[in-house]
Structures are given as C-alpha cells and as structure tokens.
C-alpha cells in the first residue's frame, strides 16, 4: 500500500506548490468543484476541500484514494464505476460518468465525474485527475418532469382526450 497525501492547494501560488502540482488551482478557489489528482509515479492522492464537502465525508473517515472513491459510491453504481475509471487508466485518455455517491448520514448525492488520464512517454499510466460536481438537483427536477408527464399521459388516456397543440407564431 502506498501512502496518499492530504495537501491542501486552495489558495497558494503555483509557485509555492511542490512538484508543480499547479493544476486546477483557480478551480478550487472558485468553489462547486471538487478536484481530485491520482500521481501513480509517487503514489500520492490528493482530494480537495471541495470534494470532500460534496460527497459529505471527512479526510478522517474516507483517506484519498480510489478504494476511499469507490467505498462511497452507491453499491448499484460500484462496479460501473470501477469499470469506467480502472479502464481508463489501462487504456483510455478522458472519462465521464453520472454515478451516486452515500454520504455518512446516508443521502444520496448524484455526482457527474470527469477525468483525464496522463501518460509516460512508453505509455504508462503517470498521474489521472478529475473533477466531481454535484448533480442531484439537476437528477431530481429530470426525474419530476418525467413523473408529471407520464400522470399527465396517464390522465389524457383514461379520461379518451385528445390534446392538440397548434403553434400560431409561425
């Protein structure tokens, strides 16, 4: 096993980070993005402030890593997501996935997960990142305008309506 790194970057200069570790910076600062960076050379992973806060878990609880990522997806969404992301790093460049993640009171929160892959000159996997964003209101307001269409054609059925829709501005 190997050991994961805590750094927190919000706010400093890419000068002042180690490494070079500037990436997405700005995009912590902005807020309503958590970032997470994967360097498989040093065998360090680093999850901002802001991802935590979605996914509802404390650095104490969920240590950065891909098993403390899996370990808080949904059950029914574990093994996809694993898929996605392990396949990526085997073979792939980029990534996008709407999965469910249980924060430790147990709500559901939908995320949209992107990531990049990035490789050595031989083609081995050297670091992969990504970005989550919360979801779920998005998700929520989908699935009730499902729900109230499907009583809407419910009603129209069973009452033997007809509903025209004629569009006059054209």
Request: glycine share 10%; proline share 3%; aromatic share 8%.
């Amino acid at each position: 096993k190997g050991k994961h790194a805590n750094r927190d970057l919000a706010g400093k200069s890419p000068e002042s980070v180690p490494d070079g570790d500037c990436w997405g910076l700005e995009a912590i600062a902005s807020g309503g993005m958590g970032l997470w960076h994967f360097d498989a050379v040093k065998n360090l992973t680093f999850w901002s402030d802001e991802l935590y806060r979605i996914i509802g878990h404390t650095r104490e609880e969920t240590p950065p890593s891909l098993q403390g990522f899996y370990s808080v997806v949904h059950p029914i969404d574990r093994e996809r997501v694993k898929s996605v992301i392990e396949g990526t790093m085997a073979d792939g460049d980029n990534y996008r996935i709407d999965c469910r993640v249980v924060d430790r009171l147990g709500k559901i929160i939908w995320l949209q997960v992107i990531g990049s892959v990035s490789r050595a000159i031989d083609g081995k996997l050297s670091s992969i990142q990504g970005a989550a964003y919360d979801i779920t209101n998005r998700i929520n307001a989908e699935t009730e305008l499902l729900e109230t269409h499907a009583a809407y054609q419910r009603a129209v059925t069973s009452a033997g309506m007809v509903v025209y829709h004629f569009d006059f501005s054209k």
